[in-house]
């Protein structure tokens, strides 16, 4: 698998349906992977924070989630075909998992919304089977009744939506206990699917402005926003 090396991170070369494949190779071959789509202000801060940047190097698959990660790959030298965002790979995965009839368990977000999220993908995609659901809300000491309850439903996907970097660092932390096939963190897709959310018109993920909708339909993202620019200046320092 290629990759380019984007500021420590090696994010993979490839596009949303080259990486569902990789994916179902990982379910096939049974073993705890993590999947890590990563966005620049995660890897902004991955860069003065020791363990962040230790969970995406032990990561099994990284994509470029943002159009920054996008950029800052092609000014490394080495392009990504496209964008591989949470949501849209959870998507896809959710084809292969009604066509390949995987267990899928939804874990995060407020309490019944991946209940919710659970229904929505079920009927979109008849032969996934929902392996479980949990909310996201749970305390330090719940830790261990949560990962038993995943374990024990046996799933070949698990999609944790507890935010970046929370997420990453508990899928990381906790997969040998998971013992799932694969785990991606997938941040606020599960609001999505639930329709607590909308993401941005179709014609601004087009034009690679998805940033740019978020934004407007949150104002209160402005701080994550102020990021980009610090992140663009030390790529254009580390790759002159």
């Given at each position: 698998?290629?990759?380019?090396d984007?500021?420590g991170?090696?994010v993979a070369?490839?596009t949303?349906?080259?990486?569902?494949?990789v994916?179902?190779?990982?379910?096939?071959?049974g073993?705890p992977?993590?999947v890590?789509t990563?966005?620049?202000?995660?890897?902004?801060?991955?860069?003065?924070?020791r363990?962040?940047?230790?969970t995406?190097?032990r990561?099994?698959?990284?994509?470029a989630?943002?159009v920054?990660?996008?950029?800052a790959?092609?000014?490394a030298g080495r392009?990504v075909p496209e964008r591989?965002?949470?949501?849209?790979?959870?998507?896809?995965?959710?084809?292969?998992?009604?066509?390949?009839?995987?267990?899928?368990?939804?874990?995060?977000a407020?309490?019944?919304?991946?209940?919710?999220?659970?229904?929505e993908?079920a009927?979109?995609?008849?032969?996934?089977?929902?392996a479980g659901?949990?909310?996201g809300?749970?305390?330090?000491e719940?830790e261990?009744?949560?990962?038993?309850?995943?374990?024990?439903?046996?799933?070949?996907l698990l999609?944790?939506?507890?935010g970046a970097?929370?997420q990453?660092?508990w899928?990381?932390?906790?997969l040998a206990a998971?013992?799932?096939?694969v785990v991606?963190?997938v941040?606020?897709?599960?609001?999505?699917?639930?329709?607590?959310?909308?993401?941005?018109?179709?014609?601004?993920?087009?034009?690679?402005l998805?940033?740019?909708g978020?934004?407007?339909m949150?104002?209160?993202?402005w701080r994550?926003?102020?990021?980009l620019?610090?992140?663009?200046l030390?790529?254009?320092?580390?790759?002159r």
């Open positions: 698998m290629d990759t380019v984007v500021l991170a090696s070369c490839l949303l349906g080259e990486a569902a494949e994916v179902a190779g990982f379910v096939r071959e073993r992977r993590q890590i990563l966005n620049p202000e995660f890897l902004y801060r991955a860069q003065s924070e363990e962040l940047m230790e995406v190097r990561a099994d698959l990284v994509t989630d943002g920054g990660i996008v950029w790959a092609r000014k392009p591989v965002t949470g949501i849209d790979l959870l998507l896809r995965l959710a084809v292969e998992a009604g066509a390949r009839h995987w267990r899928v368990f939804l874990l995060g407020a309490p019944g919304v991946a209940e919710a999220a659970g229904r993908l009927a979109r995609y008849p032969g996934l089977v929902l659901t949990h909310h809300y749970f305390k330090p719940e261990p009744e949560v990962i038993a309850k995943v374990r024990a439903s046996r799933p070949d999609f944790v939506a507890l970097p929370r990453e660092l899928a990381a932390r906790h998971l013992g799932v096939p991606v963190g941040g606020g897709s599960l609001d999505v699917l639930a329709g607590k959310v909308h993401r941005a018109p179709v014609w601004l993920r087009r034009l690679h998805e940033w740019l978020r934004l407007l949150d104002p209160r993202r994550r926003q102020l990021v620019p610090k992140f663009a030390l790529v254009l320092r580390r790759h």
